[in-house]
Structures are given as C-alpha cells and as structure tokens.
C-alpha cells in the first residue's frame, strides 16, 4: 500500500515558478514509477510527466516540455515537480501518482495504482 500526498501549491503570475512534492509512504516507494497529472474545470485528467523508479528515464507531456522537470528523492520517499515559466493554461488540479508497472502506457490514467489528494495551482496573466 501506498499513500501519497502532494503540497506546493498556490496562486501565482505567469512567468514565476512553482515547486510541487509529492511525499509517499511504504517500504516499497522505490520500486514503483511516479507521476503527474492535472486536471483543469470542465476537463479530464491529463498526463504530464514521469518518472521512473530508478530515475533514470523521464517522459513529459509536449505541453510542458521544456519548463516542467520530474525527480525524486527515494531517500526522503519524495518526488517533486518543478514548474518554471508558469503559464494561465497551466492552471489545474495537480495529482500524483504511482504504478508498480514499470515500463509502457505512462499517459493512461488506469495504468496507475495509487493517487494522491491533488494539490491546485493557479496562474494568473
């Protein structure tokens, strides 16, 4: 069992950066491939990037490539979101999550086994 929950977010202008953490328990935090997702009003859930459970390969989003960065710490059970140059079209629900799967099919929701609370990030123009 895995519990995850996100922090970080918060109102900001376009432009500015946000940091989101996503704090996991269980012993097996390191095994498992995380991952983000948002949700604005009135849409569905969206992939935006992932990580696998070593590190070592990342995937994002189009949308996002190029300002958001995905890592994690397994010391700390942490994996965090960086958002740079933040833009109103960002805004959205952000969820974490995380799959035992460990390899294909990164942007389907279903393929994901546990989800944190969501956290909302607002960016105004």
Wanted: aromatic share 12%; with cysteine.
């Amino acid at each position: 069992q895995v519990q995850l929950v996100e922090s970080g977010g918060g109102l900001v202008q376009a432009g500015d950066s946000l940091r989101l953490s996503c704090a996991a328990s269980g012993r097996t935090f390191s095994s498992y491939t995380m991952g983000w997702f948002r949700q604005a009003p009135g849409k569905g859930r969206e992939f935006v990037t992932t990580i696998s459970w070593l590190g070592g390969v990342t995937y994002y989003a189009d949308s996002v490539k190029g300002r958001f960065t995905i890592s994690r710490d397994t010391a700390k059970n942490t994996t965090y979101l960086q958002m740079n140059s933040l833009r109103p079209e960002d805004t959205a629900v952000y969820y974490c999550a995380a799959r035992r799967r460990l390899a294909g099919a990164y942007a389907r929701t279903s393929t994901y086994d546990y989800w944190g609370q969501g956290t909302q990030v607002t960016v105004s123009s």
